[in-house]
């Protein structure tokens, strides 16, 4: 059943590629002449109807022995508790319903505007750190992460498990200062202290590698990642950033707040490798950049 889950989120993702891919020769097929047969549609099975049901609140939040919400389990994107790709694009599968509390877009300084409008489309897809097997970092490993994590939480420490590349990190939570002039790294240097019942967790030293988003929001090495975690109920557990970064935006970004359910499945092992996605999206670009005959 979780081979199958993995297995079934990989396929969509080669589906979602070759179905654009499908859709973009058939229009250049259009332009060049009447197609000789095919509808133009592509139908997959298995990716019908969503039966996407949000989990119930399911009661208070357990408590640690120190008397603060324990956020130890395995965590799904949503509302659902589960994976489901039938489920694509539904409100219960996203982390948090833009129609519903919007997100407002990076307010990047004029010359970090300019160059990220400068990245085309599928430019944007073939430097995305994900694409080249690189880790999501922080933010990332919550707010681009489409698959589970799990939480162990300790008296002096959180720490957060990836399915993702397997990627880590571990959070001291004694609210101890940061280290003077740390090494950047990918997930940074986290420190975290409690506000009630919400853990505040402080990174900075971020590998300038990552991306905030997956349409080109790069960072300095100026960046600050504040993450705001609670859990209202025992299903849900709530996630919210706010972004500072004075050499690339005008003013600190606060997203949406984002939902996480609780699940019962053990993470699986899924590491990128052997990845061909860069190739085919370089392929891609070579074929829509050809001159025209």
């Known amino acids: 059943m979780r081979m199958r889950r993995r297995m079934a989120v990989c396929a969509f993702v080669g589906i979602s590629f070759f179905v654009a891919f499908y859709a973009f020769t058939v229009t250049v097929g259009a332009q060049n002449g009447p197609a000789k047969s095919g509808t133009g549609q592509v139908s997959v099975a298995g990716f019908g109807k969503a039966n996407a049901k949000p989990l119930p609140p399911g009661g208070p939040a357990p408590r640690a022995a120190d008397g603060h919400p324990d956020f130890s389990g395995v965590w799904f994107p949503g509302k659902m508790g589960r994976e489901d790709l ?48 690189m880790p999501r970092g922080v933010p990332g490993m919550f707010i681009t992460n489409p698959y589970p994590i799990q939480l162990v939480q300790t008296a002096t420490q959180l720490i957060q498990l990836d399915e993702l590349n397997n990627n880590f990190r571990v959070i001291p939570t004694d609210g101890r200062p940061h280290t003077q002039d740390p090494d950047p790294a990918f997930n940074g240097e986290g420190v975290a202290h409690w ?17 905030n988003n997956f349409t080109g929001w790069f960072h300095s090495d100026q960046e600050r990642v504040v993450e705001r975690i609670s859990r209202p109920s025992m299903n849900y557990l709530t996630y919210q950033v706010t972004i500072e ?49």
């Not at 506000?195 to 991306?211: N, P, Q, S, Y």
């Open 245 to 293: 970064d004075p050499k690339v935006l005008t003013k600190p970004w606060t997203s949406a707040p984002r939902t996480w359910s609780f699940g019962h499945e053990a993470l699986q092992e899924y590491y990128c490798t052997n990845n061909r996605e860069e190739e085919a999206l370089k392929a891609l670009r070579d074929l829509t950049q050809a001159p025209k005959k």
């Open 195 to 211: 506000e009630g019942d919400t853990l505040v967790i402080d990174t900075i030293a971020v590998d300038e590698r990552t991306w």
């Open 86 to 133: 039938t489920a694509e694009g539904s409100p219960e599968r996203l982390q948090f319903d833009p129609k519903v509390t919007p997100e407002e877009k990076p307010p990047y300084q004029p010359w970090a505007a300019e160059r990220v409008k400068k990245l085309s489309t599928l430019d944007a897809e073939i430097l995305r750190p994900s694409v080249n097997c």
